[in-house]
T-cell receptor, first 112, second 114 residues
Framework: QKEVEQNSGPLSVPEGAIASLNCTYS??????FFWYRQYSGKSPELIMS????GDKEDGRFTAQLNKASQYVSLLIRDSQPSDSATYLC????????????FGTGTLLAVQP | NAGVTQTPKFQVLKTGQSMTLQCAQD?????MYWYRQDPGMGLRLIYY???????DKGEVPNGYNVSRLNKREFSLRLESAAPSQTSVYFC?????????????FGPGTRLTVL
């Protein structure tokens, strides 16, 4: 069974702090990793994708991938109240089907 | 350019009733997906269609059927609704090989089965 695991939270951080969100996955053959943000009552939207080991930065967001440890993380610098949402980790497992397996999501609350 | 649209937005059914959830995309994507989202369970794939004319089961297909009507439209049918099917249903579309490697989600349908 292919699995993606996240801590459900809530993760509470003060405004301006760094929020660190973590995700582990079960299939060593996975090649593509995604972070989606989902506001309450809304649909998920992609914020970061990462395919190679190391860090990928986009504005205040940094995704980190360690395939040896089967671990992917998302750092949000200078957290804002508007970042308060559920963050979903998704993994595209090996094969040609382009299917994603989602984690259960981590609820982030940024306190003003 | 509306992206992915879903109808209806809300629906209440009684146990045993049937209904079809509609999904359409205007991005000319080949692949389409149906997910359900339950509290604490994340998004789970019900069915997907890799291309027009093909459909395959996902993680939780029992109690559902799908139809890929054409390249734009992918519908999800509940033949005999059960309270366990109370959930939020999301449709998504995706184009393999596109520069933006992401699934695009519709706004969701909130279904309650009494």
């Amino acid at each position: 069974q292919k699995e993606v695991e996240q801590n459900s939270g809530p993760l509470s951080v003060p405004e301006g702090a760094i929020a660190s969100l973590n995700c582990t996955y079960s299939d060593r053959g996975s090649q593509s990793f995604f972070w989606y943000r989902q506001y309450s009552g809304k649909s998920p939207e992609l914020i970061m994708s990462i395919y190679s080991n190391g860090d990928k930065e986009d504005g205040r967001f940094t995704a980190q991938l360690n395939k040896a440890s089967q671990y992917v993380s998302l750092l949000i610098r200078d957290s804002q109240p508007s970042d308060s949402a559920t963050y979903l980790c998704a993994v595209k497992f090996g094969g040609a089907t382009n299917k994603l397996i989602f984690g259960t999501g981590t609820l982030l609350a940024v306190q003003p | 350019n509306a992206g992915v649209t879903q109808t209806p937005k809300f629906q209440v059914l009684k146990t045993g009733q049937s209904m079809t959830l509609q999904c359409a995309q205007d991005m000319n994507h080949n692949s389409m997906y149906w997910y359900r989202q339950d509290p604490g369970m994340g998004l789970r794939l019900i069915y997907y269609s890799a291309s027009e004319g093909t459909t395959d089961k996902g993680e939780v297909p029992n109690g559902y059927n799908v139809s890929r009507l054409n390249k734009r439209e992918f519908s999800l049918r509940l033949e005999s609704a059960a309270p366990s099917q109370t959930s939020v249903y999301f449709c998504a579309s995706y184009e393999p090989g596109a520069s933006t490697d992401t699934q695009y989600f519709g706004p969701g349908t909130r279904l309650t089965v009494l």
